[in-house]
């Protein structure tokens, strides 16, 4: 089947401008995750989604990030008022969700620049 | 709270030559360990995992990886480098917490082969 997807590939901002980035994880997949990979980071975890729990958000830098997962399927990751530090490169993943060492689908990621 | 260490951020080998990737570890629990590859403008693409049981990983494409707790190593290992294998390798610790499997990621290794 299809893997993890992530839209768009390569997005240009100025800063002070919101930015959507969308993951459309594997089907049957009740687990998604969104990373960051920066320079000066590496790859950092920032939210988890299981299932109609509720989020762990404890990985979000601030309060201009914000996810949502709706229907359990489709995972929106919402900047608020860019900062040239939020430049990265933003991967999701999504899992079966099953109970031990669950493996993570990585989608190609969204490049975000912020000018 | 776990940690990985990979030793080398840039390693170079001739083709045919072995490879061998480092990575240590620090957890509290016994650990799920990972190692992922990343090419050039793609995601990450799981090559091994270790969960419980037998300490020698297989993985794709070649690679293998012997958890050894009593040196918190888990080094990725390749008897004959081929060109295709030039990428950045990942490894990763799994931190189980309230569900979420976060994935501790170290710095990375970028793999180049010399021809």
């Known amino acids: 089947g299809a893997g993890v997807s992530q839209s768009p590939s390569n997005k240009v901002t100025e800063k002070g401008k919101d930015v959507e980035l969308r993951c459309d994880p594997i089907s049957g997949h009740t687990a998604l995750y969104w990373y960051r990979q920066s320079l000066g980071q590496g790859l950092e975890f920032l939210i988890y989604?299981?299932?109609?729990?509720?989020?762990?958000k404890s990985g979000l830098p601030s309060d201009r990030f914000s996810a949502e997962r709706t229907g359990g399927s489709v995972s929106t990751l919402t900047i608020q008022r860019t900062q040239q530090e939020d430049s990265a490169v933003y991967l999701c993943?999504?899992?079966?969700?099953?109970?031990?060492?669950?493996?993570?689908?990585f989608g190609p990621g969204t490049r975000l620049t912020v000018l | 709270a776990q940690s990985v260490t990979q030793l080398g951020s840039h390693v170079s080998v001739s083709e045919g030559a072995l490879v061998l990737l480092r990575c240590n570890y620090s957890?509290?629990?016994?650990?799920?360990l990972f190692w992922y590859v990343q090419y050039p403008n793609q995601g990450l693409q799981l090559l091994l995992k270790y969960t419980t049981g037998a300490t020698l990983v297989k993985g794709i494409n070649g690679f293998e990886a012997e958890f050894k707790k009593s040196e918190t190593s888990f080094h990725l290992t390749k008897p004959s480098a081929h060109m295709s294998d030039a990428a950045e390798y990942f490894c990763?610790?799994?931190?189980?917490?309230?569900?979420?499997?976060?994935?501790?990621f170290g710095q990375g290794t970028r793999l180049t082969i010399n021809p």
């Open positions: 993943a999504s899992s079966p969700g099953l109970a031990g060492a669950d493996t993570q689908y």
């Open positions: 990763a610790v799994s931190d189980l917490v309230g569900g979420a499997q976060k994935l501790v």
């Open positions: 989604f299981q299932g109609n729990s509720a989020p762990d």
């Open positions: 957890s509290s629990v016994p650990p799920y």
